[in-house]
């Protein structure tokens, strides 16, 4: 079963615009991932933010995670052409090894 | 740096045969994993491994197994291949900040 799950499925939003995605996931962890694709490409691991961290930046990134309610929010400010991908976040069981678990992805489409 | 390295990039297979996905890092990660990515599936973990000769199971394990002689290989092999098992695979290892992905391989199975 997978653990975290991004809403919206897919999201469209002009160039310049704010891009907000959201994860949920069903138990403790000890970090969560966010994850970008190209299209046919592999995934480029983003930021990772950990349970005890609340916000965390970088560059025009800015991902939230409230541990309470099980969520985490990946925001890319001034959207460009070159944002076009889709955005996956991955989770811990909350186990101490690395394993995680990924959703299926929210595609981003920035249009010109 | 290489980071993660896949081989082949493409496949193409007849139900039943066997193969072997190589996949190497040089950054001395001890976690490497598979996964394989269907098309509104996200990506799925197969197998993983925690250091030289420990292997785990994953979500869908089925129809693949692994090994982890040395802390640099973790190669994936398809005993009897199946058109179930047509997919895009990626390897992946993990260090301190996160993961790091191999550019994956796409395998057809006929």
């Known amino acids: 079963s997978q653990q975290g799950e991004e809403d919206p499925q897919a999201l469209s939003i002009q160039e310049g615009e704010n891009a907000t995605m959201n994860c949920s996931y069903k138990?403790?962890?000890?970090?969560l991932q966010w994850y970008r694709q190209n299209s046919g490409r592999g995934l480029v691991h983003l930021i990772l933010?950990?349970?005890?961290?609340r916000e965390k930046h970088s560059g025009r990134l800015r991902v939230t995670l409230d541990t309470s309610k099980k969520s985490s929010s990946l925001l890319i400010t001034a959207s460009r052409a070159a944002d076009t991908a889709s955005y996956f976040c991955?989770?811990?069981?909350?186990?101490?090894?690395?394993?995680?678990?990924f959703g299926k992805g929210t595609r981003l489409h920035i249009l010109p | 740096n290489a980071g993660v390295t896949q081989t082949p990039k493409f496949q193409v297979l007849k139900t039943g045969q066997s193969m072997t996905l190589q996949c190497a890092q040089d950054?001395?990660?001890?976690?490497m994993s598979w996964y394989r990515q269907d098309p509104g599936m996200g990506l799925r973990l197969i197998h993983y491994?925690?250091?030289?000769?420990?292997?785990d199971q994953g979500e869908v394990p089925n129809g693949y197994n692994v090994s982890r002689s040395t802390t640099e290989d973790f190669p994936l092999r398809l005993l009897s291949a199946a058109p179930s098992q047509t997919s895009v695979y990626f390897c992946?290892?993990?260090?301190?900040?996160?993961?790091?992905f191999g550019s994956g391989t796409r395998l057809t199975v006929v």
């Open positions: 138990t403790s962890i000890n970090n």
């Open positions: 992946a290892s993990s260090g301190f900040e996160g993961y790091t």
């Open positions: 991955a989770t811990d069981e909350g186990n101490r090894d690395d394993k995680i678990i």
């Open positions: 933010i950990r349970s005890n961290e």
């Open positions: 491994s925690v250091g030289a000769g420990i292997t």
């Open positions: 950054m001395n990660h001890e976690y």
